[in-house]
């Protein structure tokens, strides 16, 4: 019975929830790059630990800037943010995973790390609001557990699983 009512209230949104689980799945690609980009910092800047303490900490300040995203996107089209923070959370890793195999000062992928965790967080953010604006008031506390089980799976699945397969692939695994 349980399993029956969670899977009506799942569907009952006309196939807003499926594509919302199916967008949860890759949304911790950004904790993976955060646990590798301060792997980073370590070995392929040679930074000392108080140095990247010094920087998380300023990280950790930028990343409280993610709560203008969802503010930005109930004034506008909720999905048009997003998909405007999508793209710029896509653009930033991608120039920031540029710099990091370029030869270029350190100073540059440090600089693209800011704008990358602020648009990352207004897109995680925007999507939690509207994981509340999708679900079923009667199975919210259901809908929300379940998106979050799916993002912890796939988080671990991302940075163990991808992560492990690319070491070893890489011959860079410690083993």
């Given at each position: ?11 009952q ?31 392929d ?129 410690f083993?």
């Amino acid at each position: 019975m349980l399993v029956e009512t969670v899977r009506v209230g799942l569907l009952q949104r006309q196939g807003q929830s499926e594509g919302m689980l199916v967008i949860a799945f890759f949304l911790p690609l950004g904790d993976g790059f955060e646990a590798m980009f301060a792997t980073f910092l370590f070995q392929d800047l040679g930074w000392s630990d108080a140095r990247v303490t010094s920087w998380g900490f300023w990280f950790g300040i930028v990343t409280l800037l993610g709560l203008i995203g969802p503010i930005l996107s109930d004034y506008r089209d909720r999905r048009e943010m997003l998909k405007l923070y999508a793209l710029l959370s896509a653009g930033c890793y991608l120039a920031l995973s540029i710099s990091m195999l370029l030869p270029v000062p350190w100073w540059i992928p440090v600089a693209l790390w800011f704008p990358t965790l602020v648009f990352t967080d207004w897109m995680m953010f925007t999507f939690i609001a509207t994981w509340v604006e999708i679900s079923d008031p009667r199975l919210a506390s259901t809908h929300f557990s379940l998106y979050q089980m799916l993002q912890a799976i796939s988080a671990t699945f991302i940075m163990v699983g991808l992560g492990t397969l690319v070491l070893w692939v890489s011959g860079e695994a410690f083993w």
